[in-house]
């Protein structure tokens, strides 16, 4: 059974720029949660999408947007990009969320320049 | 924002002994989770334990809970050098179906061959 999958791995950007992160979870799961790893916040919950309705969101700025498609696909979509948004960035996927483990992706490295 | 620490940061042991990490963490929770991070790669669930449990086994892991102190600790027995990441404790906050991970600080272990 493949794993969740996260592309692309590695993204170099400017400031200013925009950038669509895809996440493809594993088949069956219907919930997909988003996570940005830093060195220095740790990991920061962003959002999670059900059945293409985001239940949960976390502390953001609203440059930080996402969606889910009906086969549970999601995209993650960063606006004018700063500095500070250089992270990884990780999808979670499990069938309906609530007490089940998350399966992560391998994230993608975003750089800004 | 994170929902606790962990300590210590860093853990450096020799193959064969056990390694202890503590993770505490600040609000009223469901269950709480230990994830395996190794280097540049996404989070591996590893054991889950609910807020009515005091201790959990699987494999060489063992995981307690102690929600009056809002602690809980995972001692990984017999390391290995394949043992050696990043760990981190997720609570899991009480009440709705929303999937929102709260992660703490993390403990980079290294196990020494």
């Known amino acids: ?113 | 924002s994170q929902q606790g620490e962990e300590d210590p940061q860093a853990l450096s042991i020799q193959e064969g002994e056990n390694a202890t990490m503590n993770c505490s963490y600040k609000t009223s929770i469901n269950n709480l989770q230990w994830y395996r991070q190794n280097s540049g790669r996404g989070l591996v669930h590893l054991i889950l334990i609910r807020s009515n449990e005091r201790e959990k086994h699987s494999g060489r892991l063992r995981v307690t809970l102690d929600t009056s102190k809002k602690s809980s600790s995972l001692l990984i027995t017999a390391s290995r050098a394949a043992d050696t990441a990043s760990y981190f404790c997720a609570t899991d906050a009480e009440g709705g179906s929303a999937r929102q991970l709260t992660f703490g600080s993390g403990t980079q272990l290294t196990v020494l061959p």
């Not at chain 1, 170099?12 to 493809?24: A, E, F, H, P």
């Not at chain 1, 700025?61 to 948004?85: A, I, Y």
């Not at chain 1, 499990?94 to 391998?106: A, L, N, R, V, Y």
């Open chain 1, 1 to 113: 059974k493949a794993g969740v999958t996260q592309t692309p791995r590695y993204l170099i950007k400017t400031r200013g720029q925009q950038v669509t992160l895809s996440c493809s979870p594993i088949s069956g799961h219907r919930s997909v949660s988003w996570y940005q790893q830093t060195p220095g916040q740790g990991l920061q919950f962003l959002f999670e999408y059900f059945s293409e309705t985001q239940r949960n969101k976390g502390n953001f700025p609203g440059r930080f947007s996402g969606r889910q498609f009906s086969n549970s696909r999601s995209e993650m979509n960063v606006s004018t990009l700063e500095l500070g948004d250089s992270a990884l960035y990780l999808c979670a996927s499990s069938f309906t969320g609530g007490e089940q483990p998350q399966h992560f992706g391998d994230g993608t490295r975003l750089s800004i320049l």
